[in-house]
């Protein structure tokens, strides 16, 4: 008996479990082949391609139960990795629950694993830099991920008018990774975000304080890590970075500092997936950089609710109220 070559529409839509209109498609993408049989009407699908797209549809992916599982993780923290472009997700063919690329959720997998082995044994540290010698690497590392050249003295004199804006992250004694969140005016952060004033040249006079009960708006002038490492160091760093800066608002939340948005801008892949990641909304960009904001009245991410919890039981402020009511720092508008 010839071996079957083919199989009808019929045979294939059961074989994939799928409609007529997406075994078309799949035609269409060219993962499945046809022909018409001389003196028939009606098209046949090559058995061998329906047979591996079979196979590929099985093995290629796991449930989101089995993602769940492998990855030890909820299903919120599941799609935090969807969203952040480490897992690729798909719904199949009349299936209504979302299936997760086998390979990406494997690779994560191991990543995780050796992210915990390498936090175990060197842990990352994340600190205020206070010393001239963390900003002289900490900007030795912008210059070499973003270009440009970044005054260190001009950076001093940020420290000197407000201490709790440059931040490391410390592995080994050496500067991993670095952070700068600046409390400034929402008008002068508009004129950054056209790029019309640039970073580096913002005066001390410029930055604000942080005072109890009075309203800032936070700028993250700058985030990254050391290049040229490993993508599970570089998540690692990543992370401490992350986690550091939220720990950091969640104590200003505690001190009574009201914190109305946090605003950054990014070019790098690395940067706009870790906005994203974070909770940032992109918003409209004039130049080639994209804009992300953070309003803390709106954000339902677990460490601002966690912020938000801390400011209400300063006694300062309680979200929601209307936040145009609060007072205004003084020298600074805050809009």
Known sequence: MEEKKYYTAKEAREILKMTYSALRHQVNIGQIHDTIPPGKRQAVYVKEDV?????????????????ETILGMSYSGLRNQVDAGHIQSF???????????????DQLARELKAFIAIKKRNPTIFAKAT????????TKLSDAIFGGHVDVDRQMSWL?????????AMNEDKVVGYAIMLPLSYEKIEKLLRE???????????????KRGEAIHLYLGGIGVTPGVTLIEKRT?????????????????????????LIARSTKPDGIRLLRGIGFTEILSSTDKKNFILE??????????????????????????DIRELPKSKGRECS
């Open 51 to 67: 047979d591996r797209l079979q196979k590929g549809i099985e093995r290629d992916y796991y449930t989101a139960q089995e993602a």
């Open 91 to 105: 719904t199949l063919p009349r299936k209504r629950q979302a299936v997760y690329v086998k390979e990406d959720v």
């Open 131 to 138: 010393t001239r010698k963390e900003i002289i690497e900490s």
């Open 160 to 168: 000197e008018k407000n201490p709790e804006v440059c931040y490391v």
């Open 196 to 210: 019309e004033e640039h970073t580096v040249n913002i005066d001390a006079s410029e930055i604000g304080d942080f």
């Open 237 to 261: 760093y990543g992370s401490r970075l992350v986690s550091g800066l939220m720990k950091t608002i969640i104590d200003l939340g505690k001190r009574g500092i009201i914190i109305k948005t």
């Open 296 to 321: 803390v009245e709106k954000s339902g991410i677990k460490e601002i609710i966690q912020y938000k919890q801390a400011l209400k039981e300063s006694g300062v402020f309680t979200f929601p109220q």
